[in-house]
């Protein structure tokens, strides 16, 4: 069996992530990375936005937050979260075989 570990750079993940959400330059983004685990913040006219991409449960997932102030002191949070099939990640190059 196959086993596979999650890639991504900033451009492929933004990318993924501009097909779901109108994004800025990819210049004014941030990109991070921990392990397995990919972060891309940006901030729109008035919201900051996360991304978030990495395994959870077995299933790629990228989940993005969208923080918003609508009073003083008080932030709203939305949330976006699709999984990611196997296959699409192979497409999208967003994976790599594991020898583990």
């Known amino acids: 069996m196959d086993t596979y570990k999650l890639k991504a750079t900033k451009s492929s993940l933004y990318t993924l ?27 729109g006219s008035q919201s900051t936005n996360t991304a978030f991409f990495s395994v959870s449960g077995g299933a790629a997932r990228l989940s993005v937050d969208s923080e918003t102030e609508s009073a003083p002191g008080h932030l709203d949070t939305q949330r976006f979260s699709i999984s990611i099939p196997l296959d699409e990640l192979i497409a999208r190059n967003l994976v790599k075989e594991s020898n583990s």
């Open 17 to 43: 992530i501009s097909e779901h959400f109108k994004l800025p330059g990819i210049k004014t983004c941030h990109f991070k990375k921990y392990k397995n685990s990919y972060w891309l913040e940006w901030h």
